[in-house]
Every structure is written in C-alpha cells, then in structure tokens.
C-alpha cells in the first residue's frame, strides 16, 4: 500500500520558517515527480512546487520563488519543502503528492498519490 505522509505544518510568524517533510512508503521516489500544493479555505488547490524524477529539477510557482526551497533525501525516501520568509497569504493545508516518471511542470491531475495534508497558519 502506498502512503504519503506530510509533517511539519504549524503556526508561524510573518516572516518565519517551516520545513515541511513528505515521507513516502510503498513506492520509492526515485520513480516519481514529488509535487507541493496547498488549499486555502475556500479557494481551490494550487501547484507549489515540484521536484522532477528525471534529474532533480525542480519549479516553482511565482509566488514562492525565492522564498520556499524543494529538496529530496534518497536515503530516507523523503521530500522536503523548506518555506522562508512567510507570509499570511501561505497559510493554507499543504500537501504532497507523487507522479510517477513525471517531471517539473507540476501538473496536479498527473498526480496519482496524495498525502493527507498538514496546516500552516502564518499570523502573528
């Protein structure tokens, strides 16, 4: 059985960090595109970020660029978000998901395994 299990939500200052985890089992992500999204409530779910499974590369959307990192730990099968220099409006339920030999364009209907979600709150 395949999970994704996304940690490291909570609530932060305007202007704080958080490193989000996503931590796979049943599948290796060597094999799978690991995208970012988020929901804010009432709004629908947009692309964050994703990392290719072809060679690492990794995009963003505009808003983030600049502030949230996206790396992978093959040792521990892991994806991570790093998210610097918050702001109120990235407050929403982050999620992670894999694509099986996807690449970088983050399209979210190309992903076929979704974790359950963590909550970030950015309010001071």
């Known amino acids: 059985e395949v999970q994704l299990q996304a940690s490291g939500g909570g609530l932060v200052q305007p202007g704080g960090s958080l490193r989000l985890s996503c931590a796979a089992s049943g599948l290796t992500f060597d094999d799978y595109a690991v995208g970012w999204f988020r929901q804010a409530p009432g709004k629908e779910r947009e692309t964050v970020s994703c990392i290719s499974s072809h060679d690492g590369s990794a995009n963003y959307v505009d808003s983030v660029k600049g502030r949230f990192t996206i790396s992978s730990d093959k040792s521990k099968n892991t994806v991570y978000l790093q998210m610097d220099s918050l702001r109120p409006e990235d407050t929403a339920v982050y999620y992670c998901?894999?694509?099986?030999?996807?690449?970088?364009?983050?399209?979210?209907?190309?992903?076929?395994?979704w974790g359950q979600g963590t909550l970030v709150t950015v309010s001071s």
């Open positions: 998901a894999a694509d099986f030999l996807g690449g970088n364009d983050c399209y979210i209907y190309d992903y076929d395994y």
